[in-house]
């Protein structure tokens, strides 16, 4: 059964610093996507960022980008250049059943400090 | 609008009231999920549609919770004799297809008395 586990409940970052934000998967699907969402203090999520299992690149959006080692079953992101707005809860997410519900980690509180 | 509608966004109930939540998701996106999400903590699934196929209702933690989806499109999730436990945020998402990207909801919050 898949599953996701992200270590760090609170993180500090200082601004203009960058961070990693630690998550980790099982999965025993062979094609799969793995997902990371942002959710500010006003509570919508918000999509950050998708990595495909094939996809030879690591992913990157702007000042997201993943670190992605399919083989450890690891999917970190990394926020460069951290900025005050930055300051949420961020989750990383799997597919399950072909995408018939998704499995979401416990989340990691990051704080960026002026 | 453009963005995926959920209504109302606050909700205070009594105790073995019914709520209904809805749910308006991006035209043209064929999946729709719901989670609940209780303070401090992740998201718990509750149900997906996709397109006409059977929903997928595997994470209804109880009878008394159900939902539809009406032409493919708006979705209401019903809660009968709401507890006190039932207190949460309810986000609502749709994909273009299932297993795409999620957009969410700005939510429901549920408050039972």
């Known amino acids: 059964a898949q599953k996701i586990t992200q270590t760090q409940p609170g993180m500090f970052v200082q601004e203009k610093e960058a961070v990693t934000l630690d998550c980790t998967y099982d999965?025993?699907?062979?094609?799969?996507?793995l997902f990371w969402y942002k959710q500010p203090s006003s509570g919508e999520m918000i999509f950050l960022i998708y990595?495909?299992?094939?996809?030879?690149q690591n992913a990157t959006e702007g000042r997201y980008s993943l670190n992605f080692q399919k083989a450890r079953k690891s999917a970190n992101l990394v926020i460069s250049a951290s900025q005050l707005g930055d300051s949420a809860m961020y989750f990383c997410a799997i597919p399950r059943n072909y995408g018939q519900n998704f499995v979401f980690g416990p989340g990691t509180r990051l704080s960026v400090l002026p | 609008g453009a963005g995926v509608s959920q209504s109302p966004s606050n909700k205070v109930t009594e105790k073995g009231k019914d709520v209904e939540l809805r749910c308006d998701p991006i035209s043209g996106h064929t999946a729709l999920y719901w989670y609940r999400q209780s303070l401090g903590q992740g998201l718990e699934f509750l149900i997906y549609?996709?397109?006409?196929?059977?929903?997928?209702k595997s994470g209804l933690p109880s009878d008394r919770f159900s939902a539809e989806r009406t032409g493919g499109s708006v979705s209401t999730l019903t809660i009968q004799r709401t507890q006190q436990e039932d207190s949460a945020v309810y986000l609502c998402a749709s994909s273009l297809v299932g297993a795409g990207i999620q957009y969410f909801g700005a939510g429901t919050r549920l408050s039972v008395l």
């Open positions: 999965t025993s699907d062979q094609s799969y996507g």
């Open positions: 990595q495909g299992s094939y996809d030879e």
């Open positions: 549609f996709q397109g006409n196929s059977a929903p997928d």
